[in-house]
């Protein structure tokens, strides 16, 4: 299989299957919009509660927030998103595309935030000289910038409308409520506040299906430190993220760490690291792990006049918190579990799906559709597993198709009743992995699917 091939056979089965349409469809579509269909929106939520725990249970002192998306426009000037949240965008003079400057270099050569926005651009201008444009070969216009920020009108009468924007990054509510948390909770630095919300950026070219949307999903930890103990908070962080994604896929070889380059890091990051991807359109950033210093604290202090000066409670020690950031995407993570899993064989397609992700964790059929005393065991399987799984229902066709469209979504497991059923009280197991299928007794079937998808 052709490597793009695999990104077009994954939004394919996305569509047939109802994990994600293209929204407003109907209508053409609009550019660099999705929407999550019944599977998707299951798969989706297992892995925000998957994050979720991890985050929340599997480490101390973090605790969560569900911000709003629309702020006071103010925010979004203190963050430098108003100023600096740009990107550098250069035509074709022929056929009129138009690309982001730095995605037509091989290697990005500055970032924005650090460096006077002249530097940028004319850096960026001796780079591109002699670059033609990728589609039809034509001449590129200079490199211009544009705000990513989506503005919207606040009020009802045209002309006196408050423009504020919607969130470009989530993670400006966690420092908007910094001290709320602190302060409601009592907590001690070092400590985390964790968000996982909507983000849109006016992205120029959105593209390559769920990984560059202009409404999207990111999952954000902002850590709280003390700046004597940030080394070891950044490291500590950046190892338990790279643990958890690898454990979610089955393709080792497919996760990396990208060290950002000196010329790469905002002024304030003394270091920076992307957990990247190996997708079928090149290395690609899954999540960012930012030593952000005191940056944020101190930009919504001086914004908002007001002193976030943290004293520590035993040694009296005063100073502005620093932060360690992990910001990762949700639609792309979805994204990048779909492609890790994706498999061909001779007679099936196959999602080998990490049990706690796949949309089903078991399917239960009769073997027979009308066959009552079938349906009714099977009925009464799919009502006690319904407790404890997620659980699909399936009767249609014949069995071995059911068990090729449970493997095409997913589904780890799938229970079917028999005659034998009826007679000995046991049920047949299917694994989708191995496809080897075992008999287990109906009333074991419980705690035989809780071992199993541990
Ligand atoms: P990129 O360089 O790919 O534009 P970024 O560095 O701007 O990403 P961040 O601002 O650090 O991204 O956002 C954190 C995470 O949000 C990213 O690691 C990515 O997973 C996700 N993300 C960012 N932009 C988009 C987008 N347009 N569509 C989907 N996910 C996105």
Redesign the pocket.
């Known amino acids: 299989m052709k490597n793009n091939d695999s990104l077009e056979k994954i939004i394919s089965l996305c569509k047939r299957r109802g994990f994600v349409y293209q929204n407003s469809e109907i209508y053409g579509g609009i550019q660099g919009f999705y929407d999550y269909g019944p599977l998707g929106v299951e798969m989706k939520n297992n892995i925000k509660k998957l994050w979720w725990e991890e985050m929340t249970k599997n480490h101390e002192n973090v605790v969560g927030i569900d911000g709003a998306i629309i702020t006071h426009p103010k925010v979004w000037e203190a963050s430098g998103h108003v100023q600096n949240f740009t990107d550098p965008l250069v035509d074709c003079k022929k056929c009129k595309k138009r690309f982001r400057a730095d995605h037509l270099l091989e290697k990005i050569i500055i970032e924005e935030s650090g460096a006077a926005d002249e530097d940028v651009i004319a850096s960026l201008t001796k780079a591109l000289k002699g670059k033609k444009c990728p589609e039809c070969g034509g001449e590129l216009t200079k490199p211009r910038r544009f705000n990513l920020l989506v503005e919207v009108g606040l009020g009802v009468v045209e002309g006196e409308k408050n423009k504020t924007y919607l969130r470009g990054?989530a993670c400006q509510n966690i420092y908007l409520n910094y001290e709320n948390v602190l302060d409601s909770l009592h907590l001690k630095i070092p400590f985390g506040i964790i968000q996982i919300g909507k983000a849109f950026?006016n992205?120029i070219t959105p593209k390559q299906f769920?990984?560059?949307?202009r409404e999207?999903e990111?999952w954000d930890l902002q850590w709280f430190v003390n700046p004597k103990e940030m080394e070891k908070w950044y490291e500590y962080w950046r190892k338990e993220r790279m643990k958890w994604y690898q454990e979610l896929i089955e393709k080792k070889e497919n996760i990396r760490f990208r060290k950002h380059e000196k010329d790469e890091l905002a002024h304030y990051a003394k270091i920076a690291y992307d957990i990247e991807y190996k997708t079928p359109f090149g290395w690609k950033?899954?999540?960012?792990i930012h030593w952000r210093g005191n940056w944020d604290l101190s930009r919504h202090g001086q914004y908002a006049k007001k002193d976030f000066t943290y004293t520590d409670p035993e040694t009296k020690e005063k100073f502005i918190p620093w932060i360690v950031e992990t910001?990762?995407?949700v639609?792309?993570t979805f994204l990048f579990l779909l492609l890790d899993a994706y498999r061909e064989e001779k007679e099936r397609v196959v999602l080998s799906l990490h049990p706690k992700v796949a949309p089903y964790t078991v399917a239960v059929f009769p073997l027979l559709a009308n066959k009552e005393k079938l349906t009714k065991q099977a009925k009464e399987i799919f009502n006690n597993l319904k407790e404890y799984f997620n659980v699909a229902w399936d009767d249609r066709g014949n069995i071995g198709k059911r068990y090729y469209a449970q493997d095409e979504i997913g589904t780890p497991l799938c229970v079917t009743v028999d005659f034998q059923s009826l007679e000995d009280k046991t049920a047949t197991i299917r694994d989708r992995d191995t496809m080897k299928q075992e008999r287990v007794a109906i009333d074991k079937l419980g705690d035989f699917l809780q071992t199993k998808l541990k």
């Open positions: 990054e950026r992205e769920l990984f560059r949307q999207f990111q950033e899954w999540e960012g910001s990762g995407g639609d792309r």
